[in-house]
């Protein structure tokens, strides 16, 4: 299994970036996002489960949304809206056991089998 993320970037207060990830050889159905800013635990993000159940972490509810295209096998986070708190490495996760979305924005990352490389989101 392979994940690898695209579509990060600098961008101004306020502005709007899309996060893509694409995943080879995945046949799961629990995907999300998670971050890490300088200095902070990596935290859920966003994450989508088997019955298209989407979770958000409340400081990014309303602003980010998580979407799946199954036939392109391709993870997105449209982010809009955003500050520099927002500022981390993103990374794309995958887990072969079918959690719910809820739990797994709150999961280990452990509790991921997979993760992508991670892409820098910078807003100034």
């Known amino acids: 299994v392979q994940l690898v993320e695209s579509g990060g970037g600098s961008v101004q207060a306020g502005g709007s970036l899309r996060l893509s990830c694409t995943a080879s050889?995945?046949?799961?159905?629990?995907m999300g996002w998670f971050r890490q800013a300088p200095g902070k635990e990596r935290e859920g993000v966003a994450t989508?489960?088997?019955?298209?159940?989407?979770s958000y972490a409340d400081s990014v509810k309303g602003r980010f949304t998580i979407s799946k295209d199954n036939a392109k096998n391709t993870l997105y986070l449209q982010m809009n809206s955003l500050t520099p708190e927002d500022t981390a490495i993103y990374y794309c996760?995958?887990?072969?056991?079918?959690?719910?979305?809820?739990?797994?924005?709150?999961?280990?990352?452990?509790?991921?089998?997979?993760w992508g490389q991670g892409t820098q989101v910078t807003v100034s």
């Open positions: 050889g995945y046949t799961g159905n629990c």
């Open positions: 989508i489960d088997h019955t298209g159940s989407k």
């Open positions: 996760v995958a887990a072969d056991r079918n959690y719910y979305s809820d739990y797994a924005l709150y999961a280990r990352p452990d509790e991921f089998n997979y």
